[in-house]
């Protein structure tokens, strides 16, 4: 059966009207609120095909009709008008990046408040993942006597910088030496990557800096892998509890129940390969059996072309997902700008 534009318009009127009001939707009130043009009769027969096509189910006898999974992907996929985000909440957003944040932590925190505040939704944020990350430049410089400090530059254009002590007869021309061989040897390479023969490689070129060589590649490893703590923020879990679909308390406890297992969280919001952009799974499109009466609403955040890692919108499936879509994906790309001034020193 073909799916026309008079049964696009009712399924269409039926998924605004159940996601404004939570209660199914009968042809009368579509006939009075969205005045299509034909006879509640009509409508009731468009709805009997619509149901029989899977859009839509009856949720109980005498009710009216809610959308189905399918109703919503094909609303998602073929019906769902983008909209724009206000200015005023447009700014808001830049006001909340602009302060002065020193931390990727924060930065991250401020991303799941207020992506739930804009949503009323459960938000998820992903620490990015630093390790795939290469070495672009490693650099020694002498600034006084006895101290140097070591900066790492990585592809994704983050800039990490440490103080370090070094003995009082070290010459610029000495860290120099060191900063070469490490650039050569490097260089390119991510942390992952980096094996013992290599390291061995190394400090048989740099025999005698050994003292230098241990704090430097020491304090590379460290100032790496200290934002590289692989975590999920979570933030407005009462938002979900609070809707209709959620007051059943043996729900409640199984969905409170996967909030609390970062791992899980970790999987769903995975994703495949390097998908970019925005990602939206409706119920039963979801991996756990626990998530079946919620979509998700996920968007990759990046540092120039590198993905670093995902934020996501967890709800009912009657979610608003045309407001979840435009909050979501303006806050993706605002962190990703916050991201890239930040690893770069811009802050």
């Known amino acids: 059966m073909k799916m026309d534009e008079r049964k696009q318009k009712i399924l269409l009127a039926i998924i605004k009207d159940y996601i404004s009001t939570a209660e199914p939707v009968g042809s009368r009130t579509i006939s009075r609120k969205y005045k299509l043009g034909v006879s509640p009769a009509t409508i009731r027969n468009e709805m009997a095909d619509l149901e029989e096509m899977g859009y839509i189910e009856q949720p109980h006898t005498s009710a009216g009709r809610i959308p189905s999974h399918l109703g919503y992907r094909y609303y998602v996929d073929c019906l769902m008008e983008t909209e724009q985000l206000p200015e005023q909440e447009q700014a808001a957003i830049r006001r909340g990046y602009e302060n002065k944040v020193r931390e990727v932590g924060e930065v991250l925190n401020r991303t799941g408040r207020m992506l739930s505040q804009l949503t009323n939704y459960t938000a998820l944020v992903q620490t990015p993942y630093f390790g795939g990350s290469s070495y672009k430049h490693i650099q020694l410089v002498l600034i006084a006597p006895a101290q140097a400090i070591l900066i790492v530059v990585m592809d994704t254009g983050a800039v990490h910088h440490q103080m370090m002590t070094v003995p009082e007869n070290i010459t610029q021309q000495d860290l120099d030496q060191i900063s070469g061989v490490l650039n050569a040897k490097l ?7 980096i094996r013992l023969t290599l390291i061995k490689e190394i400090y048989f070129e740099l025999a005698k800096h050994r003292h230098i060589l241990d704090l430097a590649l020491e304090l590379i490893q460290e100032r790496i892998t200290s934002v590289s703590e692989d975590k999920i923020y979570l933030e407005g ?39 970019r952009g925005i990602t939206i799974k409706i119920g039963s499109e979801n991996p756990r059996k626990e998530m079946q009466n919620c979509s998700m609403v996920t968007a990759t955040y990046q540092v120039g072309e590198k993905i670093l890692g995902t934020i996501g919108v967890l709800g009912p499936t009657r979610m608003d997902y045309a407001r979840v879509v435009t909050v979501i994906d303006c806050m993706s790309k605002n962190l990703s700008r916050a991201l890239e001034r930040l690893l770069k020193g811009q802050v």
């Open 237 to 275: 879990v009462f938002n979900i509890l609070n809707q209709p679909e959620f007051h059943n308390i043996e729900k409640v406890k199984v969905l409170l129940s996967l909030l609390e297992q970062e791992n899980t969280l970790r999987d769903i919001l995975e994703l495949p390969g390097d998908a």
């Open 187 to 193: 260089q390119g390479r991510t942390m992952d990557s």
